[in-house]
């Protein structure tokens, strides 16, 4: 069974490598600056004890005000895992970086959100629509469409 690290432990040694990129952390998630995200991520995947090799998903929350994005990690070596959140106060525009080319298994699942919820993820090698045609009006997913 897969162990959840505590994330407020794991806040500690993110602030020492990247100083003021946790907005907030709980003992269930940590909630990272987009500017910061990919930062973060790629310490999350290369620190020694670490080591999150493994992308379980990535989600994303409409709250109206804002979206969040929620990556699940784990790590295969050691066996716990990580929730990240981050957010897009934008809704005409929003964009994160893509974590693409830390684990390959988020190419389909940011298209999926591109595509639903209208984020783009700047870097992504194929940021284009994988449901729906392109010229399709609007993000179904979002609070506002209709």
Not at 60 to 72: L, P
Not at 114 to 137: A, T, V
């Amino acid at each position: 069974m897969t162990v959840a690290l505590s994330s407020k432990e794991i806040a500690g040694q993110i602030e020492e490598k990247s100083p003021e990129s946790i907005i907030e952390s709980s003992q269930d998630y940590l909630v990272v600056k987009p500017d910061s995200l990919l930062a973060v991520a790629t310490f999350l995947k290369d620190t020694p004890g670490l080591d999150f090799n493994y992308l379980n998903f990535i989600t994303a929350i409409d709250y109206y005000d804002h979206f969040e994005v929620v990556y699940q990690l784990t790590s295969l070596e050691h066996n716990h895992s990580l929730v990240i959140k981050t957010r897009c106060y934008d809704r005409e525009n929003p964009v994160l970086p893509s974590v693409v080319s830390l684990w390959q298994g988020a190419d389909f699942q940011e298209r999926e959100i591109y595509d639903l919820m209208g984020i783009r993820f700047e870097g992504h090698p194929n940021m284009k629509r994988i449901f729906l045609w392109e010229g399709f009006p609007g993000h179904p997913l979002r609070k506002d469409y209709w």
